[in-house]
């Protein structure tokens, strides 16, 4: 065995599969490995060159026959239940599992180890159809034969569980995972009126979770009146003296039992009055303890808002009138230092009519502000009071439109006339009321030395004046296209600010997150590097919060993910690790480690979450970005055809989404985009988004290969080679047809424009190549290139000028780098095209010296034409970017124009806050970004030579020498020292280097013809 798995890891081909011949031979020998370390040392020797789609016909079966063999060793045993557990053979886990409860019964894990694989196979596609049913009976029968055991010992009195009863919350819970999968409806409801494991129960002793679980299966069904049972129930539970206890004061029971409530209110009139007279019962409970009370105050704001019917004013003679309101008031006087309180009352706030919302906003909390004197709760008061007017001012209720020849608004706070979403006065009053807080504030605390006041209350004032200014910038009218871009203006403000404070609170999560998005906005990427490293986002969380900082960062500073820079290799390496070791194996480790710990719930959830992060958009991107910054700077792009984050997308593939947002502040009414969204540089991830990416950087990928130079191709090789390259053009032609249709609501107009050109330019190729020479030539030739020269020069003007008269102009040119690297890849992808279609006519005259093969001559010049608009475009993009390095290369006098403009008008209170070193880092980073950038336009194609190899430099760091001599030895061209496939000439044998398996096909004259078309480029090449 050590023998066979020795030879396995030597380069020769034969010895190399001996393994892999071992195990095959002994499945169908049906030989017993009874050493467990021996098939260890089989699998490990297998595991490169067996997929995980095979390890149920061959290491799965193996497994169980070792534990057959050897029933009682639970060592073994359970080694072999994990690995089939970790490469998720069900199958061959369920008999592991049933063998291990069998032999060790004592051990209630077992047990419950053997009911949870069982029930996983039953809803596995694993399963046969036929045994489904009797896999999921199994799993019921024998955790409803716990469940009665435990029942049984608590009706007699009995103190400990049964060994194979139910004890945990989590076997629980599990009880009602399978009952509510394989049970029926009469069996759930049996499970419901349970003395000792219905939700009533269970939430008496504390445990919510199942309470949880019931209602949101009522509230699926819709059935109202069992919701407010069941949780009238779990409120009016009383202690020892009558006395409600305090489970009744839990705000999400409250919560659903007002819902429930609600849907009722019109057909049981009794079920008001029961909520109003428990919520009674509450208010007369003494000695509750803050945290319960505010509950409570939460629960009598949510039903005068739910139940009470409302037809009159919220307010009359300018006082409160509605139960609504009054009772809104008392909550927000009793709760009004609490830092949460606006965010308990948003939702109740947005139902106010205006006059009950100004009350609000502008006099009460405003009057409870100035009845303070201690100068913290006097800036959490007036903090709360600016939050409210913030609030107010993102309402559609706080504007009236006004006829006119331009569309236009009158606020109806102040009365103020504003051709934008929000009122520019509100905000700018607002705005400077937050700085002169944040100003007297800062004063204050930093005599007390307060720290509440410096870590909470003066972040939140400096992001009140950040929204603002936000506000002010993005002023585009909902319904309506704005061509203007944002005011930079009052963006540099909000930035300025915001790290000001960033300063004095750096792990502030909030301002740091909003940093992220300002800097990346405005072009200033290395300071945005540099605030997301603070943030240390890592692990689990990496694949719903990446995105926040990595999508689209290659396109405004490629630099970033630099990969022969340590810090950008850091950066790409912290996506690529990720999905590398958490996708290895079919399921992530965790899941021994849920087993172990009895965490049911978590085995049951694992599988989905690994689907999805096996399908997320997140992991699409970690590809794509890496690898256009690499070929925007002209480095080695690695392996994209065969890297799992590309052939494992094929097109019928859903990539979800999952971009977590929940740390931004959000102070917005619900009708009024996020900040997070305004502060974008285009819609977010998306399935459509990410399938034409990856498409699109294949497309590039395959044009802009070159052979090594020692290598010379013979006339064969370059026919097959011509082959591959027309083929999966018509791959990705009719992938990008299905997704570029849909593309527009998720892609900026420069990405639109992009994708679009990338598409027909995919086309071009093979019509070119299959062109019939004997009827007159279509006008699809000219369209298409056409087509693709307007997309540049669309591209082109909508770029800024940069006459270098007005820092204005400069800035905005900082922030259209998006759209320069778009102009680029479009550039380009038009003029790889032009030239291996020029390559191919080259080819086509050698071969056939009669020139009936040669593309006509119109497509020619057309192409040639396409070429020198590209060459333009390419040149335009590359002089904007030495006028910008100009401008931003003046250092110190640009610190100080770009103080004298961003400060102008009305910024003078915002100027004293900021310091000259927050804009001078500002302009460095401005500064190193430009000349990423000037690297990049720079080169405008990949390094020819060798194959690239994905971050080669790291190879051979401690000699400082990242290349290792070419050897002589044909087809060993790679510059790393990795031995490479020989380009055959053998039919079938298509691609020039290891980027695929050899294929299989017809040969013939025309080369090889790649089967399965139809497929898409998502399938593995």
């Known amino acids: 065995m050590v023998k066979v798995c020795a030879e396995s890891q030597l380069d020769d081909p034969n010895a190399k599969f001996a393994a892999v011949a071992a195990v095959d031979k002994f499945v169908k020998d049906g030989v017993v490995v009874k050493d467990v370390d021996g098939i260890d ?39 072999c239940l994990q690995s089939c557990l970790l490469h998720w053979d069900l199958v061959s886990a369920q008999q592991i599992a049933a063998m291990i409860d069998r032999s060790f019964p004592q051990e209630r894990d077992f047990m419950f180890w053997n009911i949870i694989v069982t029930h996983l196979l039953a809803t596995s596609s694993q399963s046969p159809s036929e045994k489904k049913k009797l896999y999921g009976m199994l799993a019921q029968k024998q955790i409803e034969r716990a469940a009665q055991l435990t029942e049984q010992a608590n009706a007699s009195g009995a103190e400990e569980t049964p060994a194979r009863g139910i004890k945990t919350e989590e076997e629980i819970l599990l009880l009602y995972d399978i009952v509510e999968v394989h049970g029926t409806a009469e069996d759930m409801q049996k499970l419901i009126g349970s003395p000792l494991f219905s939700p009533v129960a269970q939430f008496r002793l504390g445990r919510k979770a199942l309470f949880q679980r019931i209602a949101a299966i009522y509230r699926r069904h819709q059935d109202w009146e069992a919701l407010c049972d069941l949780c009238e129930s779990c409120l009016s539970h009383t202690d020892e003296k009558g006395d409600l206890s305090l489970l009744a004061c839990d705000w999400t029971v409250w919560k659903s039992f007002i819902k429930g409530a609600s849907y009722l209110k019109d057909s049981n009139i009794e079920i008001t009055e029961r909520v109003r007279s428990l919520l009674l019962r509450l208010a007369k409970s003494k000695g509750l303890k803050p945290i319960y009370r505010r509950n409570v105050l939460l629960a009598r704001v949510s039903a005068a808002f739910t139940l009470e019917t409302h037809h009159d004013d919220d307010m009359k003679d300018d006082e409160p009138f509605s139960v609504r309101l009054r009772e809104l008031l008392r909550y927000l006087e009793d709760q009004k230092l609490n830092a949460a309180c606006f965010d308990d009352v948003k939702q109740f706030l947005e139902q106010l009519d205006l006059r009950g919302l100004k009350h609000v906003a502008h006099t009460f909390i405003h009057k409870l502000a100035k009845s303070v004197d201690d100068p913290v709760k006097r800036a959490r008061l007036t903090l709360l009071s600016l939050k409210t007017r913030y609030f107010l001012s993102t309402c559609p209720l706080g504007r009236m439109p006004v006829c006119g020849e331009k569309p236009s608004s009158k606020c ?170 958490s996708l290895k194996l079919k399921m992530p480790r965790r899941l021994v480690d849920a087993f172990e710990a009895g965490s049911y719930g978590s085995i049951i959830d694992m599988p989905k979450y690994v689907e999805n992060l096996r399908s997320g958009c997140t992991r699409a991107m970690s590809l794509v970005e890496e690898v256009r910054a690499d070929r925007l700077l002209g480095e080695p792009c690695g392996d994209l055809l065969n890297d799992p984050r590309f052939y494992q997308v094929p097109d019928d593939l859903l990539l979800r989404s999952v971009v977590d947002h929940g740390s931004f502040p959000s102070w917005n009414c619900s009708s009024s985009r996020p900040l997070h969204e305004r502060l974008s540089l285009g819609p977010g991830p998306s399935n459509v988004r990410s399938h034409l990416s990856l498409l ?111 820092v204005a102009d400069c800035v905005s040119m900082l922030r259209s780098f998006h759209d320069l690297a778009m102009l680029h890849d479009t550039a380009m992808a038009a003029k790889l095209t032009a030239r291996w279609i020029l390559s191919f006519n080259e080819r086509e005259k050698e071969r056939d010296r009669s020139g009936s093969s040669n593309l006509p001559k119109d497509i020619i010049s057309q192409v040639k034409g396409l070429q020198a608009a590209a060459e333009v475009a390419l040149k335009k993009g590359k002089a904007l970017v030495t006028k910008l390095k100009k401008e931003v290369g003046a250092g110190r006098e640009l610190c100080g124009k770009l103080r004298d403009w961003v400060f102008e008008d009305g910024g003078k209170d915002l100027n004293e806050v900021v310091e000259d070193g927050t804009i001078e880092e500002l302009v460095e980073s401005w500064s190193q970004n430009v000349s990423g950038w000037q690297r990049t336009t720079s080169r405008t194609s990949h390094t020819a030579g060798g194959v690239p190899v994905r971050n080669a430099h790291h190879a051979n760091q401690d000699t400082g020498d990242s290349r290792v001599p070419l050897s002589a030895e044909p087809g060993v061209y790679k510059n790393d020292g990795v031995r490479q496939v020989p380009i055959s000439a053998e039919p079938g044998v298509y691609r020039h280097d290891d980027r695929n398996s050899p294929k299989e096909g017809t040969a013939g004259e025309q080369g090889v013809r790649i089967e399965n078309e139809d497929k898409g480029i998502g399938s593995k090449v």
């Open 41 to 79: 040392l089989l699998e490990w020797a297998a595991a490169d060159l067996v997929s995980e789609d095979a390890f149920p016909e061959t290491i799965g079966p193996l497994r169980v026959r070792t534990v057959k063999a050897a029933p009682k060793d639970k060592l073994a045993a359970t080694r």
């Open 696 to 806: 699109a950087e294949a497309f590039h990928d395959i044009l802009s290969y070159r052979p090594p130079t020692v290598y010379k191709a013979t006339a064969a090789v370059m026919s097959i080679d011509h082959t591959f390259v027309d083929e999966m053009m018509s791959r990705i032609s009719n992938s990008m047809s299905k997704f570029v249709q849909n593309a527009s609501g998720h892609c900026t107009s420069s990405e639109m424009l992009y994708y679009e050109a990338v598409n027909l330019l995919a086309t071009l190729i093979p019509l070119c190549v299959g062109i019939d020479r004997s009827t007159p030539l279509p006008d699809i030739f000219s369209q298409i290139t056409e087509a693709v020269a307007t997309a540049m020069n669309t591209q082109l003007d909508e770029l800024p000028e940069l006459d270098g008269t007005t």
């Open 412 to 581: 109806l706070v102040c009365d103020a006339m504003f051709d934008s979403e929000s009122c520019s006065a509100c905000l700018t009053k607002l705005s400077e009321e937050a700085l002169a807080t944040y100003k007297s504030a800062t004063k204050d605390f930093g005599e007390n030395s307060d720290l509440v006041g410096q870590n909470e209350i003066l972040p939140e004032l400096s992001m009140i004046v950040a929204h603002c200014n936000v506000q002010l910038a993005l002023r585009s009218r909902p319904g309506y296209i704005h061509s203007s871009p944002p005011a930079s203006q009052h963006l540099l403000r909000a930035l300025l600010v915001l790290e000001h404070q960033a300063f004095l609170t750096p792990k502030h999560s909030q301002i740091s997150l909003l940093l992220v998005q300002l800097h990346l906005l405005l072009g200033s990427a290395h300071r945005c590097r540099e605030i997301w490293h603070g943030l240390a986002v890592k692990r689990t969380i990496v694949d719903s919060l990446a995105p926040i900082f990595y999508d689209r960062l290659s396109t405004v500073s490629p630099v970033i993910l630099d990969s022969s820079d340590g810090w950008g290799w850091e950066l790409a390496e912290t996506l690529r690790s990720h999905f590398t070791n």
